[in-house]
């Protein structure tokens, strides 16, 4: 079992940056890919970016791609999103998660087994 807490949510101006945490507790995330997720008010949860267990390989959302970086480091049981010149449609709670053992690419909330409770970012206009 493992369980994830995320943090550093706030809320910027456009334009403006953040840098998400996920930090895991429990069994290593070590040999797990990892995902983030999120979901605005009346919408559907959105793949995000995803990391493979190495580090090596990253996966984005065209809606996020060249604006937001995922990274780990396993020796810290710690996976984060840097979210660059943020715009009001990132407006969301955002959740990171483990995949079960899918492919890292995996977009499909189904191929993720463990959830954190989400943190919350603002953009304003």
């Known amino acids: 079992q493992v369980q994830l807490v995320e943090s550093g949510g706030g809320s910027v101006q456009a334009g403006g940056s953040l840098r998400l945490s996920c930090a895991a507790s429990?069994?290593?995330?070590?040999?797990?890919?990892m995902g983030w997720f999120r979901q605005a008010p009346g919408k559907e949860r959105e793949f995000i970016a995803a990391i493979s267990w190495s580090g090596v390989n990253t996966y984005y959302a065209d809606s996020v791609k060249g604006r937001f970086t995922i990274s780990r480091d396993n020796a810290k049981n710690t996976v984060w999103l840097q979210m660059n010149s943020l715009k009001p449609e990132d407006t969301a709670v955002y959740y990171c998660a483990r995949n079960r053992g899918t492919s890292y690419r995996a977009a499909n909330q189904n191929a993720y087994d463990y959830w954190g409770q989400g943190t919350q970012v603002t953009v304003s206009s």
């Open positions: 429990g069994r290593t995330l070590r040999n797990y890919d």
